[in-house]
Nanobody, 125 residues
Framework: QLQASGGGLVQAGGSLRLSCAAS????????IGWFRQAPGKEREGVAC????????YYADSVKGRFTISSDNAKNTVYLQMNSLKPEDTAVYYC????????????????????WGQGTQVTVSS
């Protein structure tokens, strides 16, 4: 089970840190990612960490503002979001691919095979 938390209401320019804690499975050695979905829009891959090589991947819309990281000892993945914009408003989901076989770019486009519940992020202008 994946449980995301840390969402909320923030003014434009502000920051939030999302957390995703796993229970019953381990993040270690697996691709993990954050995705979001705004009302009326398709799901968008935001950030991915492929732990086989430690590489990170980001959507162009968040590069330089968002950072994905993990603490495998705590079995938790984070998304640090800075310089938030109203267009970042969405429900954010964490996800994990149980067998990492693809590139981070592929995961951002296609998603992963195990999803958590989302957390709402609202950025006011």
């Amino acid at each position: 089970q994946l449980q995301a938390s840390g969402g909320g209401l923030v003014q434009a320019g502000g920051s939030l840190r999302l957390s995703c804690a796993a229970s019953g499975l381990s993040f270690g050695g697996r691709a993990i990612g954050w995705f979001r979905q705004a009302p009326g829009k398709e799901r968008e891959g935001v950030a991915c960490l492929t732990q086989s090589n430690g590489r990170t991947y980001y959507a162009d819309s968040v590069k330089g503002r968002f950072t994905i990281s993990s603490d495998n000892a705590k079995n938790t993945v984070y998304l640090q979001m800075n310089s938030l914009k109203p267009e970042d408003t969405a429900v954010y989901y964490c996800a994990v691919d149980l067998v990492e076989t693809k590139s981070g770019s592929w995961y951002l486009r296609n998603g992963m095979d195990y999803w958590g519940q989302g957390t709402q992020v609202t950025v006011s202008s």
